[in-house]
């Protein structure tokens, strides 16, 4: 059974940085392309960067280009740098596969940007 579980979402004043991870279980996670998605109230989920199973060819959504790295490790955890955070970042966070299944949704890891 894969399991995606988000974590390292916090409260940080606009310019900070934080560092999300996913950590996945099962052969899935290891061999798709895995990807950070997210939503912010009344809005809809949107896809923010991914990364491919060997750990190249990440792209980034136009909004966060440039102020995020995505990574990942062999075998278990997918990270997501962001720094200069901005208020427009506040939102739940998620991992998925690209394109994303309904059932690998987790419960998302919530960053919040505020002074």
């Known amino acids: 059974q894969v399991q995606f579980v988000e974590s390292g979402g916090d409260l940080v004043q606009p310019g900070g940085s934080l560092r999300l991870s996913c950590t996945g279980s099962g052969i899935i996670f290891r061999v798709s392309t895995v990807a950070w998605y997210r939503q912010s109230p009344g809005k809809q989920r949107e896809f923010v960067a991914g990364?491919?199973?060997?750990?190249?060819?990440p792209n980034y959504a136009d909004s966060v280009k440039g102020r995020c790295t995505i990574s990942r490790d062999v075998k278990t955890t997918v990270f997501l740098q962001i720094d200069s955070l901005k208020p427009d970042d506040t939102a739940v966070y998620y991992c998925n596969t690209n394109p994303p299944r309904n059932m690998y949704w987790g419960q998302g890891t919530q960053v919040t940007v505020s002074s």
């Open positions: 990364i491919s199973p060997g750990g190249g060819n």
